[in-house]
């Protein structure tokens, strides 16, 4: 059944404008005096993609319409030619290549055994107390520089402010996407990625969407993972092989916005990105153990790079007290979408297998009271784990000892 603006805003405002009123008070308080006025509606366009080749054109309301029906989708609308540039590199047509098992056990161990619960527990509660973060209200504007601000706080507090920087990715709905940057030995990079926004999927505009797990649960699981890598003395002196970098991008909820934006310079810059990872949704087990089912890492495997991935399996198995599982999450599901597009090797971790994850996310129940920090810390011990072996990597041998292996380029694969 459809509902208009009005209609809803009909039944809500008697609940938002109730107070009590002293006998013999008048509540003289009239919100519309001229009745509730209709919104306008927006006609604007917006070209999406539903499946590779698979695009047409919708408004704004029917983009709801589609998320509300579980379909997930790009807005391509100001990106239409994503991946197009690195589809005719040679160079970037090579296949993927990454270590054969995990070797920086000695190193992370101290740093594992820092990872805090209660750091992740404060930055979401503030993180969720915005009404909404909705990529085109203020609050969505406000929460992002509140984010900005724990970013940089976090670097200084490690006195790394000299050599490690965050800064906003500007878009031009207001809410700005968030870069945090570790220089390496060579400018090959690892990207560690999260959205920021929150959405209510029945009034964007209006209704609360505190976006407890979605994503504000991959947002400061990041955030944690980030806080402890600046605590290491290697990372701080710049041994790293490859550079770091941290993203909370903006707008994921309409369509991958801001990570579509954000990798399209990157093409046109020609970034080399190594890998990146996306974590979104990290903190919901309820559904998982209802099912009788363990707790585990979900491992999308869908629309991913498979060589990634399965460097990811690895990394749970050695660095996680719980197991993985496969599952799939299909076409445009979150922003690793936008690097894979772009034709960077990415991959995508969540809470459980997708069939049992959070059915409160797009409302106003998306609340803190329904995670695991427990299982949090899983998600930000993989996600420590994996940068951390993969910024040490050296990716120019290890892609020349697979060619001299097997006698050809893993481009010719």
């Known amino acids: 059944m459809k ?37 306008p509606k927006d006609t604007t366009k917006y070209h999406i993609e539903l499946a590779p080749g698979k695009t047409k054109w919708v408004t704004e309301d029917e983009k709801w319409e589609l998320r509300r029906a579980g379909q ?32 920086y056990q000695k190193e992370l161990k101290p740093l594992l055994s820092k990872l805090d619960k209660k750091h992740m527990s404060d930055h979401l509660t503030t993180f969720t107390s915005f009404h909404t973060r909705y990529y085109k209200s203020d609050y969505g504007r406000q929460s992002s520089e509140w984010l900005l601000a724990q970013v940089r706080e976090t670097i200084k507090a490690a006195g790394a402010d000299k050599k490690v920087k965050a800064e906003h990715f500007k878009h031009s709905w207001g809410q700005h996407s968030i870069i945090a940057t570790i220089p390496g030995k060579t400018n090959q990079t690892i990207v560690i990625g999260a959205h920021q926004d929150s ?18 649960s991959g947002t400061v699981t990041i955030l944690e993972a980030f806080r402890v890598l600046l605590q290491s003395k290697d990372v701080l002196e710049g041994n790293n092989q490859n550079t770091i970098e941290f993203h909370w991008y903006s707008a994921e909820e309409g369509g991958l916005l801001g990570s579509q934006a954000i990798f399209s310079e990157y093409e046109r810059q020609r970034r080399d990105v190594k890998a990146m990872l996306q974590q979104d949704m990290t903190g919901f087990v309820t559904r998982t153990l209802q099912a009788g ?11 991913v790079d498979p060589n990634l991935t399965d460097f990811i399996k690895k990394v749970v198995t050695e660095y996680c007290s ?6 799939k999450c299909g076409y445009a599901c979150s922003d690793h979408a936008s690097a894979s597009k772009a034709g960077y090797p990415s991959a995508f971790v969540i809470e459980s297998a997708f069939e049992y994850s959070d059915n409160h996310i797009h409302t106003t129940d998306d609340l803190i009271k329904y995670l695991s920090f427990d299982h949090m810390l899983q998600h930000a011990r993989l996600t420590l784990a994996f940068v951390y072996e993969l910024a040490f990597t050296n990716f120019t041998s290890l892609e020349q000892g697979a060619k001299s292996k097997w006698g050809f380029d893993m481009g010719d694969l």
């Open 3 to 39: 509902v208009s603006n009005a209609s809803l805003l009909a039944l809500l405002l008697p609940a938002a404008s109730a107070r009590f009123i002293e006998p013999g008070e008048r509540d003289a308080v009239l919100l519309y005096p001229n009745g509730i006025p209709e919104t």
């Open 72 to 103: 997930r989708f790009f807005d391509i609308t100001d990106h239409p030619d994503l991946g197009t540039l690195r589809a005719r590199d040679v160079d970037s047509q090579k296949k993927s290549v990454f270590p054969k098992k995990p070797t």
């Open 199 to 216: 959405i209510n999927l029945w009034l964007p505009s209006v209704l609360a969407a505190p976006g407890a797990d979605d994503d504000g």
């Open 293 to 303: 089912k363990e707790e585990s890492v979900g491992v999308i495997i869908d629309f």
């Open 322 to 327: 719980i197991p993985f599982v496969e599952t």
